[in-house]
């Protein structure tokens, strides 16, 4: 691992990190907040938070406004990146936002080109904490969040993991990938046309099919002003089957706020205090 | 006035604004935080936020983590861009990051080519006020802070319009440009080489110089781990004139932080308490 940046903030550390990814089979950089706990050798709780499309691991980092009250509650921040990157990584023939570079959309791919290194799924699920398990003085309790398409991979990495979170966050997720265009590109690119394939990779229909070996509480914030609301992020789907099969998601619509990082800065004190009960 | 962008935060507005100024013969961006108070039509204290080098008016309300608390306290925050922009506008022969576009340095410049449109000190003093007091609910207190050349922004024109603002704080500023790369660069290429021309564009030598109405409340942090520390910003030159003139100024020194936004975002808190104190 190779330190790429080091700033004290809040009293604790955000630091950036670049390794040769195993699972990615390209180098990759993550960033880590550290509370001041942990630097009296505390081990400390690990929110994972995977974010949206066409960010890297500085987005949330820069912007969400997170570290005072992380530090408080003693709570360490890991957010990857959202691709795998580098020269040899094929991106989307027409270079778009929403596929390829920046938008591996947590899965594991099996279609060619991108079957080599888009495995994001098992680098945020394996790779990652081991990594940082490893290398810092943080706990095995770990907590996942997200935005956008990040959200989207919190609600199924958390759902199919059950046992390696203790609870599951979202903002502005894409819930019902099959069945919106960011989610259905996505899909049939990285995985093929056939929609069996695609089931694992679709909070939903996760929910519906009763995928998961442990009802994990989670909470969903979503903006009413989202630009995206409608054709993408259709919160009202995962409402539906949580409450068909009782699963215990907390879903709260906000009143005026958009898709922007301002209104992550607005909640991430109620999404830190949420996983910070349940780890 | 065109609005540019609004987003909900924390209750409250991060809006951006463009408009035609008659003072840098420029369409000029500005960004103004109104506080949840704003809404109910109550008249709140202004604080002017001054950016450092190459920033915009978006870098502090993205990265500085202002809101919640500036929410709390019922305070609004303007942030102006650091330079004219536009095609007509000269930049740095050699597109230098410290000079021309992006480094105004909140002066007015006499020089050709510069003197048309870089007149960045008539423009946050007086034509920004008067656009925000005529088009928002906010009262005349004002208050006064920046960062880096924004942080020399805050302090000189704070100094020098002391009736104008309630209090002045600075994070990392350039204290004493007529004694330093990043000032002499500037201070010669906009005003000249005579250096008389300089001594109103100095914290240090206005201090010195006992030229301001009266002493205001100021507020300096600075990291020690500052990569600019030793040869840009020399805050100890401005505690050294503070003492013999018995400004009241006080200077903290931050064990380990850096020059970046994550220092801000860990001390904003306590300059808004502190302007909030003033008002």
């Known amino acids: 691992m190779e330190l790429v940046a080091s700033n004290k903030v809040v009293g604790g ?37 995977l974010s949206g499309l066409t960010c890297t691991d500085e987005n949330f980092m820069q912007k969400a406004g997170a570290f005072k009250i992380a530090n408080e509650l003693g709570i360490a921040i890991v957010a990857p990146d959202t691709s795998p990157r580098g ?47 490893n ?53 049939s690119g990285y995985l093929g046309d056939d929609k069996t394939h695609w089931q694992n990779h679709d909070a939903v229909l996760l929910i519906k099919n009763k995928q998961y070996a442990r009802p994990l509480p989670m ?9 995206f609301l409608e054709e993408q992020l259709q919160p009202w789907h995962l409402q539906k089957v949580a409450t068909e099969q009782n699963y215990p998601l907390q879903l709260e619509m906000c009143d005026g706020y958009d898709h922007s990082y301002f209104f992550i800065a607005s909640y991430i004190e109620k999404h830190l205090k949420f996983h910070a009960k349940h780890f």
């Open 13 to 49: 550390w955000h630091k950036r990190y670049r390794h040769a990814s195993q699972t990615t089979q390209c180098d990759m950089t993550f960033a880590i907040f550290l509370p001041e706990t942990a630097n009296s050798g505390k081990q400390v709780p690990v929110l994972y938070w």
């Open 87 to 133: 020269e040899n990584v094929p991106d989307d023939e027409h270079t778009a936002y929403d596929f390829g570079l920046g938008a591996g959309f947590y899965l594991n791919a099996t279609q060619p080109p991108y079957h080599t290194h888009y495995q994001m799924y098992d680098y945020v699920v394996k790779e990652l904490p081991n990594l940082i398990e």
């Open 135 to 187: 290398h810092f003085p943080v706990s095995k309790a770990r907590a996942i969040s997200g935005h956008s398409m990040g959200g989207h991979g919190a609600l199924t990495l958390g759902l199919r993991n059950a046992t390696r979170y203790s609870s599951i966050s979202a903002f502005s997720p894409i819930v019902h990938p099959s069945a919106c265009p960011w989610g259905i590109k996505a899909l």
């Open 219 to 227: 909470l969903v914030s979503q903006g009413t002003a989202d630009n």
